[in-house]
Nanobody
Framework: QVQLVESGGGLVQPGGSLSLSCVAS????????MAWYRQAPGKEREFIAD???????HYADSVKGRFCISRDNVKNTVYLQMNSLSPEDTAVYYC?????????????WGQGTQVTVSS
């Protein structure tokens, strides 16, 4: 069984920064893409950023230049550094990983961590 656990969410003032982490554990034989998504109240879940196993990164236009995704393949961890936060960034943030387990690749999601940007 594979589990993803996020941490680092919380309350931050506009213009502030926050760093999220997501650690995968369990029967892991390889990890492909790692990604972050978010879902604001009343809205659909949206893509934020991803990091491929080949080292490429991609960002949604809404966060480009403000957010930075990184990964530690040894620790099975993906990070999201968020800067210049605004109230529009308020959402539940989810990580997703494509993981090789039991001989097959599967997608796994974390449980989500709340990020609230407010003064």
């Amino acid at each position: 069984q594979v589990q993803l656990v996020e941490s680092g969410g919380g309350l931050v003032q506009p213009g502030g920064s926050l760093s999220l982490s997501c650690v995968a554990s369990g029967s892991i034989f390889g990890i492909g893409a790692m990604a972050w998504y978010r879902q604001a109240p009343g809205k659909e879940r949206e893509f934020i950023a991803d990091s491929t196993s080949g080292g490429s990164t991609h960002y949604a236009d809404s966060v480009k230049g403000r957010f930075c995704i990184s990964r530690d393949n040894v620790k099975n961890t993906v990070y999201l550094q968020m800067n210049s936060l605004s109230p529009e960034d308020t959402a539940v943030y989810y990580c997703k990983m494509t993981i090789l387990t039991l001989g097959r690749w599967h997608e796994y999601w974390g449980q989500g961590t709340q990020v609230t940007v407010s003064s």
